[in-house]
């Protein structure tokens, strides 16, 4: 079965450069979350999308920002990238109802 | 108060041994429960939804109580390979239609041989 779809896997960036993660749900779910997990840290949660609005925000950097498509994937971009912002960024996507899937996420480095 | 609170742990326990976690939310429009567990440096993934009657999968049993507002989870007979964070996961839907699913911080659990 089609499940969540992060790209890039792995993403080496330098500081100050920007970066950009691309989400992409199982078909018909109308939600979008986006994670931050740095090393031995639970998600902490960033924003999230229903039908293409923001819903919900959690704690994004304003250097940050996202949005969802009319196809409901997500994009998350990521300015002025900073050695803090190394970690592992998950997209989670969600129908009504059912409890959400994740993507297998993407790796940022800054260095 | 955070919303959804878990004990961190971690549980340390002996192969064989059975465990149980507790989470406790705090919001009472919470409408959808679920067991997420996460493996080191992997995403999370959905181990069970948690029903008002309860269910059980294999060694896996979640509970809900509303009335006290928590779900647990209970492994029975642990494996090595249950050493994991276990994550509690929330659904809250609010009148406007939108809803939004709310992590507890996750308990870690080792299985020791």
């Known amino acids: 079965a089609a499940g969540v779809i992060q790209s890039p896997r792995h993403l080496i960036k330098e500081k100050r450069e920007t970066a950009t993660l691309k989400c992409y749900p199982i078909?018909?779910?109308?939600?979008v979350y986006w994670y931050q997990q740095g090393p031995g840290q639970d998600p902490q949660f960033l924003i999230s999308?229903?039908?293409?609005?923001?819903?919900d925000k959690g704690s994004i950097p304003d250097r940050f920002s996202a949005q969802q498509f009319s196809d409901y994937h997500s994009e998350l971009n990521m300015s002025s990238l900073e050695l803090g912002d190394s970690a592992l960024y998950f997209c989670?996507?969600?129908?009504?109802?059912?409890?959400?899937?994740f993507g297998s996420g993407t790796r940022l480095t800054v260095v | 108060r955070k919303e959804v609170e878990q004990d961190p742990g971690p549980f340390n326990v002996p192969e064989g041994a059975t465990v149980a976690f507790n989470c406790t939310y705090s919001?009472?429009?919470?409408?959808?429960f679920f067991w997420y567990r996460q493996d080191c440096r992997k995403e999370p993934k959905l181990l069970m939804s948690?029903?008002?009657s309860g269910n059980e999968d294999g060694r896996f049993t979640a509970q809900l109580n509303r009335a006290s507002q928590y779900i647990s989870l209970l492994i029975r007979d642990s494996k090595l390979s249950d050493s994991a964070t276990y994550l509690c996961?929330?659904?809250?839907?609010?009148?406007?239609?939108?809803?939004?699913?709310?992590f507890g911080t996750g308990t870690r659990l080792k299985v020791l041989a």
């Open positions: 919001n009472s429009a919470s409408q959808s």
């Open positions: 996961v929330v659904n809250i839907l609010f009148t406007s239609g939108t809803y939004k699913y709310i």
């Open positions: 948690v029903y008002s």
């Open positions: 999308f229903y039908e293409k609005m923001q819903s």
């Open positions: 078909p018909r779910h109308d939600t």
């Open positions: 989670a996507t969600a129908g009504r109802g059912y409890g959400y899937t």
